[in-house]
């Protein structure tokens, strides 16, 4: 039995308003002969399938035409799990109709533990694979409230939250697998982010937890996992050093701190008579070629006229290190990519990143800041102790965590 573990294909994604429809075309047109060339059985796809809570029509289009080619093409299974930027209900909406095709969608947390562990049957009907399929766990699903919590007691409390559900989760699934004639495959699944796991700068990983409950150790997974199939981080990686708890990473470059990561979906063979799964990843090619150029004017326009006699499509991010004014440096810059095929799509001045937000000859734009950074730069205008700058910065936390719920609940 063989397994494809993909993650975090964000439908819908735009890169400094440039959608990228056309690379995710690619990328199924990739996959789909991918699971025909490996005779793929189970795929499975660990969260964040859309990047907004509300995917267009062009996207969810692009979303079913895929589910159903995948029986089609000999995959009997496919299972997806929500992540934290999908709308849990857009998600379940239809599974009851997709499961006629094979297709298993767990885009909340069920009420009923039962209901997120599914047992898997091959052509004739025999017990393969369990597949615990936990979702991104929402605050509201995990955690007690009390009274006058403080902020270090939610964060505990949300830990803890998320070891349980995993520990009941593990302890139906060795019910049923304890029930079962012979034993098969457990695979389990979550969208989180694993201690000692690393992101890159630009990957457009949003953050799913606030102060020390971000770190999910590796402890928390059941110990009857064969396999655990993660999703949330964009750059593909072991957890802990282990060969079978992996984040498969996105299939596409989500910013231009991934430009010239190698992508990859991750292969799980499970032979008889072996006690261990072999894994193994497949590259995926680059639909859309991605750089950054950086240094001073003569470097940029060395770098950039090198892009331009390759002929192909690339979009590119400039960093600045001079003083020539912004619309100075467009210009010129413009000039040289000019009946090319290479866009300049972003423009960064590493001097004034460094400044507040406005400097005489260049003005830096909210598109360089997230909301965060403009809170602590608002925060370093007034003359506070140490101590209210940490109080005011884990509040502000805490309250765009509960906006995000909240805009994902819509």
Same mark, same amino acid.
């Given at each position: ?39 793929? @059985? ?52 239809? !599974? ?27 052509? !004739? ?13 929402? @605050? ?27 520990? !009941? ?242």
């Amino acid at each position: 039995m063989k397994i494809l573990h993909t993650s975090d294909w964000h439908i819908g994604r735009a890169l400094h308003d440039r959608r990228r429809l056309d690379e995710h075309q690619s990328f199924f047109s990739w996959l789909q002969e991918t699971l025909v060339r490996e005779s793929i @059985d189970i795929l499975l796809v660990c969260g964040d399938v859309f990047d907004t809570i509300a995917p267009g029509n062009r996207q969810l289009e692009l979303y079913y035409s895929f589910l159903k080619s995948t029986t089609d093409l000999g995959c009997r299974h496919t299972i997806i799990i929500g992540g934290n930027h999908d709308s849990p209900s857009l998600l379940d909406a239809p !599974k009851k109709v997709l499961e006629t095709l094979g297709v298993h969608v767990i885009g909340s947390t069920p009420q009923s533990i039962e209901d997120e562990v599914i047992l898997l049957r091959d052509l !004739k009907g025999e017990p393969e694979a369990i597949v615990c399929a936990v979702p991104f766990l929402r @605050d509201r699903d995990v955690r007690e409230s009390a009274e006058q919590e403080q902020f270090t007691d939610k964060a505990e409390r949300l830990q803890a939250g998320v070891e349980a559900h995993y520990r !009941k989760v593990g302890e139906y699934a060795e019910l049923l697998l304890n029930s079962l004639p012979a034993p098969v495959p457990v695979i389990v699944t979550g969208h989180l982010f694993a201690a000692g796991s690393k992101c890159v700068e630009d990957d457009g990983v949003r953050d799913l937890y606030v102060g020390t409950s971000a770190e999910v150790p590796a402890s928390f997974f059941p110990s009857i996992a064969d396999y655990v199939a993660l999703g949330h981080l964009h750059v593909p990686q072991k957890v802990s050093g282990t060969d079978t708890i992996r984040y498969s990473g996105s299939p596409i470059p989500m910013g231009f701190g991934e430009a010239h990561h190698t992508k990859q979906v991750v292969v799980v063979e499970f032979s008889p008579g072996t006690l261990f799964p072999h894994v193994a990843s497949i590259p995926i090619p680059q639909f859309q070629k991605l750089e950054g150029v950086s240094g001073s004017l003569e470097e940029i326009e060395h770098k950039l006229s090198e892009l331009v006699n390759l002929q192909q499509s690339v979009w590119v991010e400039v960093e600045y290190t001079g003083s020539l004014s912004a619309t100075a440096l467009r210009s010129h810059l413009d000039d040289i990519v000019a009946d090319s095929a290479v866009e300049i799509l972003r423009l960064r001045n590493t001097l004034v990143l460094n400044r507040i937000l406005h400097q005489e000859g260049w003005e830096q734009t909210l598109d360089d800041l997230d909301e965060r950074e403009v809170f602590r730069r608002r925060l370093a205008c007034e003359t506070l102790e140490p101590a209210e700058v940490t109080m005011l910065n884990t509040l502000y936390d805490s309250v765009l965590s509960s906006l995000r719920e909240e805009e994902e609940e819509q």
